[in-house]
């Protein structure tokens, strides 16, 4: 049976609550300065949908003497079609399958991909098809039901892809919807609004500054 996987990158405001929450669980006593680094350097590994963006999970087909003919082939991007080619199917070095995560991406990012064997592209590693997320693909892969499983069940995947059938309609938040409020102010008095903001808004300032003559 045919599952569904979708490409859903989530940045910390898909659940900013509950991003904060887990961070300050975490880290007892961070400052609200710190929670905020915390988002940031989240959001440097954000990589949202764009009409540029492809993800490439390579399977077991891709060994076949006619990989050209397997149905996620015109999905693929041309650097990857040529990347599968370049490593040859019978000959070649493998995957060390005591240390396999550490072996397979040394071997993988070899510039000589003559000497490694096509195998090497196969990740997850057990996978049975290849499947290609992108803008034409309308960001959504039907899987078999074994790959599914193994898909999902590592933790990087499970960042990045999820079953809509069972999350919904995937909606991609990059700011913050409804903003956490850490304080509130209230006055009928705009002067001491503009005070208020005048003391929290930073000014430039200079010192032993010199002018020529």
Known sequence: MARVIELAPRSPFHDINGFVANIRAAHPGISDKGVDQSIKRALD????RHSGRVVHLF?????????????????????????????????????DDHDGKVSQLELANRLNRESVNRSVLISPRGLQQTYVWRLTTNWIQDVTNDDYNLIL??????RLFRDPEIHGPYVDVRSYA???????????????????????T????????????
């Open 59 to 95: 399977g077991a087909d891709i060994m076949a003497a006619t990989v050209e003919d397997i149905p996620a082939w015109p999905y693929i991007t041309a650097g990857e079609q040529q990347r599968i080619l370049d490593h040859p199917m019978e000959t070649g070095e493998r995957v």
């Open 178 to 200: 409804n903003p956490p409020v850490l304080s509130r102010m209230v006055t009928a008095d705009q002067r001491d609004i503009d005070a208020f903001m005048r003391e929290r």
């Open 153 to 158: 069940s590592e933790q990087g995947n499970r």
């Open 45 to 48: 590994g954000y990589n949202p």
């Open 202 to 213: 930073h000014r430039p300032s200079w010192s032993g500054v010199d002018t020529a003559t």
